[in-house]
T-cell receptor
Framework: NAGVMQNPRHLVRRRGQEARLRCSPVKGHSHVYWYRQLPEEGLKFMVYLQKENIIDESGMPKERFSAEFPKEGPSILRIQQVVRGDSAAYFC????????????FGSGTRLTVV | GIQVEQSPPDLILQEGANSTLRCNFSDSVNNLQWFHQNPWGQLINLFYIPSGTKQNGRLSATTVATERYSLLYISSSQTTDSGVYFC??????????????FGKGTLLTVNP
């Protein structure tokens, strides 16, 4: 039973480019969450999605960031026109339902903006 | 929001030693998890433990929800145990009980 799969593991982008981070949840999990870990900080909630719906994006920056979880395929976190401050580790988690079953986290994507 | 405090912030051990990491939280929770972030940055799920005690090999955890704390025990530590240990909780509240709040972590270094 594969866990949460994130790719790529490492991503380097120049300022102004777009970054796309992918997340395939645990088989059977329909709830996906994205968290960001800035250098020297803990993980912070960004967005919560169910299939084809954004439930809560209160932790996501208002501009340049978007997330989707289509009916088919992985969840995508998209960052447009990246800046140096976007350099961070981005983690995806999935669950069967809202929380009471626990969350399974992926290994993360480390984004470096040069 | 809920506060999560972990102690100690840093811990250095010799291989073979035992240790206890603590997590205090400021409000009632319906979920508590422990994670290990290894030196390569990967986040590994250790325990889902909103209450009670669980064991997995050399690791065990206990959560006393009524007193708002959890403990992670590492016995016979190995160099591969090095990394940051995070505690994360999910608060009982209406409307947004799906967000984990993470503590700042305990940085564990196990020397050979």
């Amino acid at each position: 039973n594969a866990g949460v799969m994130q790719n790529p593991r490492h991503l380097v982008r120049r300022r102004g480019q777009e970054a796309r981070l992918r997340c395939s949840p645990v088989k059977g999990h329909s709830h996906v969450y994205w968290y960001r870990q800035l250098p020297e900080e803990g993980l912070k909630f960004m967005v919560y999605l169910q299939k084809e719906n954004i439930i809560d994006e209160s932790g996501m920056p208002k501009e340049r960031f978007s997330a989707e979880f289509p009916k088919e395929g992985p969840s995508i976190l998209r960052i447009q026109q990246v800046v140096r401050g976007d350099s961070a580790a981005y983690f995806c988690a999935s669950s069967k339902g809202q929380g009471k079953y626990g969350y399974t986290f992926g290994s993360g994507t480390r984004l470096t903006v040069v | 929001g809920i506060q999560v405090e972990q102690s100690p912030p840093d811990l250095i051990l010799q291989e073979g030693a035992n240790s206890t990491l603590r997590c205090n939280f400021s409000d009632s929770v319906n979920n508590l998890q422990w994670f290990h972030q290894n030196p390569w940055g990967q986040l590994i799920n250790l325990f889902y433990i909103p209450s009670g005690t669980k064991q997995n090999g050399r690791l065990s955890a206990t959560t006393v929800a009524t007193e708002r704390y959890s403990l992670l025990y590492i016995s016979s530590s190995q160099t591969t145990d090095s990394g940051v240990y995070f505690c994360a909780v999910e608060r009982i509240s209406g409307g947004s009980n799906y967000k984990l709040t993470f503590g700042k972590g305990t940085l564990l270094t196990v020397n050979p």
